[in-house]
């Protein structure tokens, strides 16, 4: 791929689509936002792009709440806007279908009086990664009817506590939604979002079976059920375009909003009775699909470390989701570019600095971002062992949110060497994937393959590596898949590849539908 202004990195994959038909996919992650242009036929990806939105910070009215993360979703929208902006207008005329999912869990509210006009009453997108509900504050809610975990940062976890320390700012809004039900109700209008039982389930509060919100349980404690979106089918039509997007003509269909991790898995097995999908971007998750006919447990199990969650047409996606993946190396990057800025900033001397202009401000010392992981990939690479036993749990985990990180068995012949850390905290990583979803119990499911998706994964091989060995798997290539079904059960394949994106799963979920 290539790097052109402005960060959006776009490549083009083929030239014509057979039938004229082409589905836009967009992902709206924590980090980026991606879009894909894919075949609706044959589901040929024709360009993809992409835009990082690190900067794009929300604020809740000046307040400062520990452990919030917030982001802009007006400047999200704003993002979206510039990557299409850079694809081909030939494909784009061509779009049928709009196709979006993204970051699941968190939550933007609006008033639905002023939604579509240029400043709206809106919230900040509350994220997946809001800490603001404490473990007591989420024992004390009301239990749902649902067999599918309430931590903080779901939608009604922070719902719930806006209810309870800021009921004022909460009377402003009357409709809510994730962040892609927003972007969707700004593309085919009205003012209540639709919302898949995808995304649903990643609130807490709503009942996958019946596929509908606990309504009694919600409204007994007080909670604004009116602000609520309306629940659609998987694959719904929701609406067209009001207006033209860029080249997109009006009355283009849009497609109810999925859950990122649901596409991300589509878009990267090829046989789901024998495939599971281990992804590590921001988080990371194994995740792997149930039988038709399976249906989840009644009972939530407080302990359990695998969920049920929805996929399509009816079955579950059993999922091991960790809060710690790639955000576990972006911390630790973080920290040692901050370490590296102190330890060669110079002080300036009393009086000022000599012959030094006035408003010049020193140069400060240290590495960028992009350094770091360069050596530490390195330096990873490098090292073939470590005694180092790294905990990488820094930001818990929803079933032991008060869980966190640690370093062990630090001697004299490891502290020092850099690479021992990496490889100790990739190690960590996998094995902490691993313990919440054993190899045994992919067996017992048929499984006889893994693939590998996700940034972070793809980047670091020597976190392929980890979790090669980890799962005690062998490392296939994609051109090799064809030995697959020689293999025994218990000498599964591992196919690491980089066609996980969300972005083109929920193309070709939409294709999918369009050929039912």
């Known amino acids: 791929m290539s790097n052109i202004p402005g960060h959006e990195d776009v490549v083009r994959h083929r030239k014509s689509s057979r039938n004229g038909k082409i589905i836009l996919g967009i992902d709206i992650g924590t980090s980026s936002v991606k879009i894909a242009l894919v075949d609706a036929q044959r589901g040929n990806l024709l360009q993809s792009g992409y835009k990082a939105t690190k900067n794009c910070i929300g604020r809740e009215e000046q307040v400062h709440v520990p452990g919030a993360d917030l982001q802009d979703a007006l400047q999200i ?16 005329k061509a779009v049928s279908h709009v196709a979006i999912c993204g970051q699941m869990h968190g939550v933007v509210m609006w008033n639905s009086a002023d939604v579509h006009t240029e400043q709206p009453t809106l919230s900040p997108l509350f994220t997946w990664q809001d800490q603001r509900c404490s473990s007591e504050f989420i024992e004390d809610l009301p239990r749902s009817q649902s067999h599918l975990r309430i931590a903080t940062g779901y939608g009604c976890a922070t719902l719930f506590w806006l209810l309870k320390h800021r009921p004022e700012y909460l009377t402003q809004f009357d409709r809510c939604g994730t962040v892609m039900d927003f ?39 007080g909670f604004p059920i009116d602000m609520l979106p309306k629940i659609v089918k998987v694959g719904s039509d929701i609406g067209t375009l009001t207006s033209s997007w860029g080249v997109i003509p009006v009355g283009v269909k849009v497609k109810a909003p999925m859950g990122d991790l649901q596409c991300s898995v589509r878009a990267t097995f090829e046989n789901p009775k024998t495939d599971a999908v281990v992804n590590v971007s921001t988080s990371a998750q194994i995740s792997f699909v149930m039988d038709l006919g399976f249906t989840p447990p009644k009972v939530f199990d407080p302990d359990a470390t695998i969920e049920y969650l929805p996929y399509e047409s009816g079955s579950y996606l059993a ?46 010392g240290g590495f960028n971002q992009d350094q770091i992981w360069t050596k530490l990939k390195l330096a990873a690479v490098e090292q073939s062992s470590t005694e180092l036993h790294m905990d990488p749990c820094i930001f818990g985990e ?58 972070c994964l793809i980047r670091n091989p020597g976190l392929i590596k980890a979790m090669e060995e980890t799962f005690g798997l062998a490392v296939v290539e994609a051109s090799s898949k064809e030995d697959l079904t020689n ?9 690491f590849n980089s066609k996980g994106n969300a972005c083109v799963g929920a193309a070709l979920f939409t294709m999918d539908y369009l050929k039912r």
């Open 77 to 92: 929208i704003r993002i979206v806007r510039s990557c299409l902006s850079v694809l081909d207008s030939h494909f784009m």
């Open 398 to 455: 929803r079933h032991d949110a008060d869980r966190r990180g640690s370093i062990s068995n630090i001697g004299p012949e490891n502290c020092y060497h850099l690479g021992s850390v990496v490889l100790a905290m990739y190690q960590g990583i996998a094995r902490n994937l691993s313990s919440m979803c054993p190899k045994d119990k992919l067996i017992e499911n048929g499984l006889t393959r893994i693939v590998g998706s996700g940034s």
């Open 319 to 364: 999922t091991a989701a960790s809060l710690n993946g790639g955000n576990v190396l972006d911390s630790f990057v973080r920290t040692l570019q901050q370490w590296s800025a102190f330890l060669l900033k110079q002080d300036e001397p009393k009086g000022g600095i000599p012959n030094n202009p006035a408003g010049v401000i020193p140069k400060r």
């Open 183 to 221: 972007v969707a109700l700004k593309l085919i209008g009205g003012d209540r979002a639709q919302m898949s039982p995808q995304n649903a389930a990643s609130w807490g509060f709503f009942n996958t079976i019946e596929e509908e919100w606990n309504h009694e349980i919600l409204q007994n404690s």
């Open 487 to 495: 293999l025994e059960l218990t000498n599964m394949a591992v196919d």
